[in-house]
């Protein structure tokens, strides 16, 4: 058998390089739009219940405002609106509804999806924070701690809107009776009982 030439052994790399380049354009093209799809569905869901909680007089801080992604329509502020043309969802890593409320220690509460780089590529995470407690420190003073849980976690490509859905729909319902109730331990026990603690930190 002859030896191929040096030409043709590269011609051959070339080639399994060409083809690894377009796998991963492919792939980072599909979590890319797909990250879109999402976000553009969250953001909005997000806004819906900010929205209901704002009926009650219940407020909230969204994250992305409003101001960034939509355009209301007939100054029919907050409830309709289209999505902006200009807006690059796929590039939002953080969406979030914190409680701004003073009573009860509320004010840090907060729902939040996070996009962070895992082993298995771009992953979205859901997560419940808030504060437990304030502690001392010698050197900094008194300090809030906060706890985060662990709603729903997966791979983009893996993501799943509908089981995000379906806990979501618990979740609010939950965070939403206790400020009507005037309860605070009802959504941080719902909490508890049924999600996995995660990080912790002081602030």
């Known amino acids: ?9 590269f011609e051959e790399l070339e080639e399994v390089l060409n083809k690894k380049r377009e796998e991963i ?3 980072y093209s599909e979590q890319h739009e797909k990250k879109a799809e999402l976000n553009k569905e969250l953001i909005q869901d997000f806004w819906r219940i900010w929205i209901k909680f704002n009926d009650e007089n219940i407020h909230f801080k969204m994250e992305p405002p409003s101001s960034l992604w939509a355009r209301f329509i007939n100054n029919n502020f907050p409830y309709e609106w289209v999505l902006k043309d200009d807006f690059n969802f796929a590039a939002v ?3 979030s509804l914190t409680d701004t409320t003073r009573d009860q220690n509320r004010a840090g509460d907060s729902l939040r999806i996070i996009y962070y780089d895992g082993e298995e590529g771009e992953t979205l995470k859901m997560i419940f924070e808030f504060c437990e407690g304030e502690k001392y420190y010698k050197y900094s003073g008194w300090k809030r701690i906060y706890s985060q849980y662990i709603l729903y976690e997966a791979p983009v490509k893996e993501a799943d809107i509908d089981k995000i ?7 609010i319902a939950y965070w939403f ?3 009507l109730r005037r309860k605070r331990d009802i959504i941080l026990n719902y909490i508890r009982d049924n999600y996995k603690k995660g990080a912790s930190f002081t602030e």
């Open 177 to 179: 009776e206790s400020h």
């Open 165 to 171: 859905h379906e806990i979501l729909k618990e979740v």
């Open 1 to 9: 058998m002859a030896r191929k030439t040096q030409k043709e052994w």
């Open 25 to 27: 354009i492919k792939e």
């Open 93 to 95: 890593d953080h969406i």
